[in-house]
């Protein structure tokens, strides 16, 4: 167990994490039985959630990656949507899942599916661990949510505050 001040109280233990991933995967396998699925993980912090996720689809499916960022290493969203690191490959009559950490107030992930609908993909869903409700500037389609969470700054299982604690096997609240 990690020690330090600025993790706070729990807001995701381990196993439930761990439950709800495997009950994710199973709905995704469903849903996508003889579908092209490609999974788009937004990096850094989907990394632990799509490879756990991928893990508990027993469909064949691929990944690629996409890096977008509007925090820096602030707790604050600054509004403007960066593209990172963009795909490997098209998507252009696929069927795509992005697997996303968070959703907090939507603004990133709009932009992220204004962006790859222009890219002709057959479908085009989300599937986020966690979503915060009362931060929603945007409202969004999210096929697949984990956890609703309060409007705290949620830290571990790959989510970071200037990119430390990802490495937590639950998600907590940041002590500020």
Request: charged share 25%; with cysteine.
């Amino acid at each position: 167990m990690l020690r330090d001040e600025s993790i706070g109280e729990i807001l995701v233990q381990a196993d439930e994490l761990q439950h709800r991933v495997r009950q994710m995967g199973a709905e995704i396998t469903r849903d996508y039985e003889g579908k092209d699925l490609l999974l788009i993980g937004v990096l850094k912090g989907a990394v632990f959630f799509l490879s756990d996720l991928m893990r508990h689809i027993e469909v064949p499916c691929e990944v690629d990656f996409m890096a977008v960022s509007s925090y820096g290493s602030s707790t604050q969203t600054s509004g403007v949507v960066r593209i990172l690191k963009d795909l490997d490959a098209a998507i252009e009559g696929r069927d795509v899942l992005i697997v996303e950490d968070i959703v907090d107030s939507g603004l990133t992930l709009s932009y992220l599916l204004r962006n790859l609908q222009a890219r002709g993909p057959a479908s085009l869903e989300v599937c986020a661990l966690l979503t915060k409700p009362e931060r929603r500037q945007v409202e969004l389609p999210t096929r697949y949510v984990g956890f609703e969470t309060p409007d705290k700054f949620a830290i571990g299982y790959g989510l970071d505050h200037a990119e430390r604690y990802r490495n937590l096997p639950y998600v907590a609240a940041l002590r500020l």
